[in-house]
């Protein structure tokens, strides 16, 4: 409200410096409120309703339009390979007799197709059929046969075999179906290998054949009742410890060593295989170590 004063009572406020208020013209009031207007709230651009109300729609379009799941249709197991069979059923409940012989005539994966003979595994009296499995402290897994273990169906043949044999007799056993007995030395010890087949040019076991061997590997530890396992290689360790350690596929073999691991109850050490002894011989004192370990674990 402003103040309704004549020019006498003005000039007088003049002379004081007091400023009076002086109202704009009423034609200015509607372009003063629209440059405020204008300055405070930008300009709405054009279509927005338009363009917010199709964000809205956008997804009930995107979900009206997603293509439905296939109904899911359940599938047979697929059939072996030509020329496989499955494997045998029962192994966990098979006596020591029908053990070698489903051993002997499994055909569950390729590698049957070119193996000469297969390689149970060798102890005392080990050979003789229709017996039960053989009275052994020790069972040493190795992880694959060779072209040598191949050919005489038996395993650590060769240079890698003469080897082991030195390696044992060094810690007091045997090889259990040497006709060469030792005085003082033990002969209660089984020597298998994880892969009861060669794979071609004695390359590493595939994951799929060993998980088709573990379950023979399984019940010849349950049948023979060894005291002390001795595992040589990284993938006999793999398959023994694949329960019991997390994760042992990404663990370096070293790392896997210098310790007791279990097996079904039974100790396990871990060690090199005789043919990568051979060709790192500065791993053989490491080697020595182990069994050593071993040879303590099994005492007590």
Known sequence: MSLDLDKRQRAMLREMGVRIWQAPPATAVPDVLAAMDSAAVPARPPRAEARFDAELRRPQV????????????????????????????????????ALQFAVAGCRACALCTNRKHTVFGVGPHSGQAG??????????????????????????????????????????????????????????????NVLKCRPPANRNPDPTEIAQCEPYLKRQVELLQPKMILALGKFAAQSLLQDSVPEVQKIPLGKLRGQVHRYLGVPVVVSYHPAYLLRSLGDKAKAWDDLCLAMSEFKR
Do not use: C, H, S, Y
């Open 62 to 97: 995107a979900a009206a339009r997603a293509p439905q799941p296939a109904p899911t249709v359940a599938r047979a197991p697929a059939a072996p390979a030509a020329g496989l069979e499955p494997r045998p059923a029962g192994i966990e409940l098979m006596a020591w007799p």
């Open 131 to 192: 017996e039960a499995a053989p009275a052994v402290d020790w069972l040493v897994v190795g992880e694959a046969p060779g072209e040598n273990e191949d050919i005489a169906g038996e395993p650590f043949v060769g240079q890698a075999g003469k080897l082991l044999d030195n390696m044992l007799l060094a810690i007091g056993l045997q090889r259990g179906n040497d006709d060469a007995a030792r005085p003082g030395v033990a002969r209660n010890i089984f020597i298998t």
